[in-house]
């Protein structure tokens, strides 16, 4: 898929570069009165050095691509509105770039924890950690992982990351936690 950009860009610079030669050739020169067109050679050396800086550019795009790629996936925790087990749309460019990462790396491996704030019942808890788990699994897999690299487990409200019994304690209660497992 990056290779296909990188050529992209290398296609539209030549592109540019043929347009460009093509409209220089009937160029005036004004001092002497004569048509001024390069030579065979010295348009081959430009179009090679304009190749070059597509490719040299293309790379370090690509680059800060995967570092931007790597910085979305440092978030692994995905908060849920009470009750809910939609995507908050804050996640989702982290989400998509998991899912990038799991397409681009088959061997790789996550679970899908979700968890609950400790109001309803344990059932009802339980339920919904999974409906959210759910939901983040659908949406990797939209975005490119394989069914197979996701796991779902549901702790409901077993396992709190506040102990607090009010609506700050809750919201970071009620999430799904993505973790990598090695195979």
Known sequence: MQTTALYKTLGLAFGAMLISACASKGDVNEGAGSTVAPTATEQQAEDTNAVESAGVNGEALEAEANEAQAA?????????????????????????????????NPAASVVLEGHADERGTVEYNLALGERRSMTVRRFLMANGANGSQLKVVSFGEERPVMMGHDEGSYSKNRRVEVKYQSR
């Open 72 to 104: 979305l996936r440092e978030q692994t925790v995905f908060y849920f509105d009470f009750d809910q087990s939609t995507l908050k749309s804050e996640g989702k460019a982290a989400l998509m770039a998991h899912a990038a990462f799991l397409a681009a």
